[in-house]
Structures are given as structure tokens and as C-alpha cells.
């Protein structure tokens, strides 16, 4: 596995690189939000309650009975709510990007372990491509669709990480083809 040191580090920087560019110089993300319908009037009315950050549900379902006549009724009079409440103020992004760049890592670290058990050294271009990239693109992707499946974000949002994560797929591959031990 030391071998693959330079492809996981390269291959991170790169989908990092690429990752900026798509979210940052790209307008690809800038509609995967909306505005909520009077954002002021929201804000003012959950304001006192100072909801400290976290995921939420409204309306929850205690006690697991999700049939109950009380759970439906809630359901059917709205609104219906999953959220995730962040702290407060600006914040700074660099734990963000150093969180991030440390997932990448991880991803290319297990990418390169799969190959390594699957692709021999030595193994043509293509071979290590198109081993690198399927698998890259489970991590970077697969885990995207459960979020519209059962938390019901909008497809067109999970369709663009999707592709966001078929790029990061093709940059991991080529980096790994390129680098692969001879």
C-alpha cells in the first residue's frame, strides 16, 4: 500500500481542485436551494426558540406508533419539516475544507486498497481505469441517492452529485491509471 501513496494524495488534491471548481466558479449547485416564502417572518418566529444546531424533524413521531390517529393528523395539517439547523454566525470554511480534503483521502486510501487487491501490478492503462473509476464512483456517488429516496431532497439536486461524482471518478481513475506501480 505504500506504493500508492502519491496517487491517493494526488488524486485528493485533484477531486479537491475540481470539487472548488464545480461548486465555487460553476453556477451547477446555485439552484439546489430555494428561498423559503417569507425567510424574514420564518426567521423571526423560530428565532426565540434558539434551536441549537442539528437535524430535526417536524412532526416527530414519539413513541415509534406512526399509525397513530394524533402522528397523521399532524402529517396531514403540516408543515412537514426535515431540517439541519446550523450554528450561528459566519463561520470559517477552513475546517470545511480540511474535513473534505481529509474524506478524500479517505476515499482514495480505500480505492487504492481495492485496486490493489484486484489489479496487478504492471496491469494495462485501461485494466486500473476502469477498476479505479467504479469503484470510485460508489464512494464519491452512491451515497447520494438514499437522500432523495428516503429524506426527499429533490432528484435534480442528487442527479447533479451524481455527476459531480462520476467526475470525481474519472480524475481518481486517471490519476491511479496514470500512477500505477510497474
Not at 449547485?29 to 441549537?52: Q, T
Not at 473509476?133 to 426527499?152: C, K, M, N, Q
Request: proline share 7%; with cysteine.
Amino acid at each position: 500500500m505504500l506504493s500508492f501513496w502519491l496517487p491517493i494524495l494526488l488524486s485528493a488534491v485533484f477531486v479537491f481542485v475540481l470539487s472548488g471548481i464545480l461548486h465555487m466558479a460553476l453556477p451547477w449547485h446555485k439552484n439546489d436551494f430555494k428561498k423559503m416564502p417569507d425567510e424574514d417572518g420564518i426567521r423571526g418566529a423560530l428565532k426565540p426558540f434558539d434551536v441549537p444546531p442539528g437535524d430535526y424533524m417536524m412532526p416527530m413521531c414519539e413513541g415509534g406508533n406512526y399509525n397513530s390517529p394524533e402522528y397523521k393528523a399532524k402529517l396531514e395539517a403540516g408543515p412537514n419539516w426535515m431540517v439541519t439547523a446550523l450554528p450561528k454566525g459566519c463561520g470559517s470554511m477552513g475546517l470545511t475544507f480540511v474535513q473534505w480534503f481529509t474524506y478524500l483521502v479517505v476515499i482514495s486510501f480505500f480505492v487504492a486498497y481495492v485496486a490493489h487487491v484486484a489489479v496487478p501490478a504492471g496491469a494495462h492503462y485501461l485494466g486500473v481505469f476502469r477498476m479505479v473509476g467504479a469503484v470510485a464512483f460508489l464512494a464519491y456517488a452512491g451515497a447520494e441517492w438514499p437522500h432523495s429516496i428516503w429524506f426527499r431532497r429533490k432528484w435534480s439536486s442528487t442527479l447533479k452529485c451524481t455527476i459531480d461524482g462520476l467526475l470525481y471518478a474519472l480524475v481518481t481513475a486517471g490519476t491511479f491509471a496514470w500512477l500505477w506501480p510497474r
